[in-house]
RNA sequence: GCCCCCAUCGUCUAGCGGCUAGGACAGCGGCUUCUCAAGCCGUUAACCGGGGUUCGAUUCCCCGUGGGGGCGCCA
């Protein structure tokens, strides 16, 4: 057995969407799985819709999946990696070239109204074609056989000759994918089920080239999900986009972890596993061939599970660089906007100005990040995908911590001192404050609870008025940590303000 | 219109002739913790329809229906 060798082949014409990081992740779990070799491919033939912005964005996505290539395009040196280069399409126009000639000298290719076709072999005869409303030529022979690893045993008629270069001289998708599949010794070629019915082209063109076909598997397309409507993912739908999860501080394992269940599984009910363990499992059978709707929930959900047990380093790393991102976002905002909507740039610049002193006490920050880690946050709640919600992330669950000026929730402050008498707990908060022990989280538990009891109370009839007090609100991690961060001072003085105000 | 693929809870799926049809997400109910989460316990919910084959079909075959994809000098 030859080793196998994958590839994973896009296009730099648009944002890299879930669909394409589903591709190349199977290609790339097969190579690993078997040992082989995992290339990338740019298929960039069509000048018109191709940029280099795409394309960067091709490799930073694949670098933040972890999808890492052993031959492809080397885009820090703008060189190649591995010797079946180049590995862009628009740099092998002379493989193209000279392919070209071997199909002409077989006399499997000729010229008509300026393009080149692919000759198939077989009675010719015509017909008119419904759909495309012409009359056409078609070709009797047999049909193509594809015996795929996914769907089984296909067959499909291909019965009309087709264009391999266009007019404007540049070869088509059909003739430059089998091309290169051919000059790179491609065995195994992984790819999405739109596909199948392009295939029985490419056998014929491989027959013509006189070269084995590779090993075929057609996977299933991921679909929307119910609510978004019919069809198959598109670049459009909410959360087709890995830059939009990489932006949100998703962690990539979680990202790759849902997307390798969605078309495959591993026999068992397991779910969440290390990549290692995935690579181990990854094979042929376990992939299914039905498609599978994209469920954002179920994303959501891994990547928690991943966030909670979260290296803290990098978490607060994560956050960290979000706040610097999304502190420089504001800034640029703030300059467009300086003289059309001058409020709105205040605004900007004041939160911009905010995030900069947020992250600069760096201990503090890191334990004020850390209490949000081990609650989960990590997903909408902590880095939104809705940009224009600037502040409604992180900064905002977290404001209390940075600023006096906080938010106060009327919905639940109302609520709040609805029940019991508040403002005697919070006379008793602030008589026992000046004596409580705020070292440790342990100790302001203690001494709560010694005042709840000293007054026939419980810690509940606290922790609610305190919490409100101190945070405007009514959802966050632990009073006593909250306590203990803010400082016996801070506490004070926001519970006094509090209690006049009430 | 023609061709190809597919079909188990709302969603991802296990099942590979005999199961009380299992798990996960979402939902619902409860417990626990100082709130919100998380966690724990419980619970609602599925074999698309019709024919065969078989002692027996979710499982194999055919038809229908439904879903998806393709039918470019896009990739």
């Not at 969605?262 to 596993?273: A, V």
């Not at 709707?293 to 380093?313: A, I, Q, W």
């Not at 100005?353 to 600069?360: C, D, G, K, M, P």
Request: proline letters at 5%; charged letters at 30%; hydrophobic letters at 35%.
């Amino acid at each position: 057995m030859p080793p196998v060798r994958v590839r994973f082949a896009p296009s730099p014409t648009g944002f890299f969407h879930i669909g394409s990081a589903r591709t190349a992740l199977f290609n790339w779990l097969y190579a690993r799985h078997t040992g082989g070799v995992f290339i990338l491919r740019i298929e960039d033939t069509d000048q018109a819709r191709n940029s280099e912005e795409f394309l960067r964005l091709i490799y930073d996505s694949m670098r933040w999946l972890g999808l890492d290539w052993d031959e492809g395009p080397e885009p820090a040196t703008n060189g190649q990696r591995g010797a079946h280069g180049p590995y862009r399409q628009s740099q092998r126009a002379e493989t193209y070239r000279s392919y070209l000639q071997m199909l002409r000298d077989a006399g499997r290719a000729y010229d008509k109204d300026g393009a080149v076709w692919f000759k198939l072999e077989g009675e010719r005869y015509r017909t008119f074609d419904d759909h495309r409303k012409k009359e056409v030529e078609k070709v009797k022979c047999g049909p193509v056989v594809i015996e795929d690893q996914v769907r089984g045993r296909v067959e499909r008629m291909e019965d009309e000759d087709f264009v391999i270069f266009r007019s404007d001289g540049n070869p088509v998708f059909h003739f430059v994918n089998v091309v290169d599949d051919i000059a790179m010794n491609v065995t195994h070629v992984i790819r999405g089920e739109d596909h199948l019915s392009n295939t029985s082209k490419h056998v014929r063109l491989y027959e013509g080239f006189g070269a084995q076909p590779p090993v075929f598997a057609h996977i299933p397309l991921i679909l929307k999900s119910p609510e978004m409507g019919p069809g198959k993912m598109s670049k459009r739908d909410k959360g087709a986009l890995i830059e939009e999860y990489r932006q949100r501080y998703f962690l990539p394992e979680a990202v790759v972890n849902y997307l390798s269940l969605l078309g495959w599984n591993p026999g068992d009910d397991r779910e969440k596993m290390p990549i290692k363990e995935i690579e181990k499992l990854f094979d042929f059978p376990g992939i299914n061939q039905s498609n599978a709707k994209f469920d954002s929930r179920k994303l959501d959900h891994m990547n928690m599970l991943y966030t909670l047990e979260e290296d803290r380093d990098r978490y607060v790393e994560n956050a960290r660089e979000f706040a610097d991102e999304r502190g420089k976002f504001l800034e640029s905002q703030a300059k467009k906007l300086a003289e059309s909507h001058p409020e709105n740039a205040n605004i900007a610049r004041g939160n911009a100005a905010f995030l900069r002193e947020a992250v600069a006490d760096e201990s503090y920050f890191r334990n004020v990040v850390s209490l949000f880690r081990a609650k989960g946050f990590g997903t909408e709640a902590l880095f939104p995908s809705d940009p224009s919600k600037s502040f409604s992330d992180l900064f905002s669950a977290t404001v209390y911590f940075f600023s006096d000026e906080y938010p106060m929730n009327q919905e639940v402050k109302s609520k709040v001192l609805a029940k019991g008498d508040p403002k005697a707990r919070l006379d008793d908060l602030l008589q026992a404050l000046p004596g409580m022990d705020f070292s440790s989280d342990l100790a302001i538990e203690t001494a709560i609870k010694d005042l709840a009891t000293a007054k026939g109370l419980g810690f509940g009839d606290y922790q609610a008025v305190a919490r409100l007090a101190v945070t405007g609100t009514n959802a966050g991690p632990s009073i006593t940590s909250i306590f203990r961060l803010l400082g016996k001072v801070r506490v004070d003085r926001r519970l006094r303000q509090f209690r006049e105000s009430v």
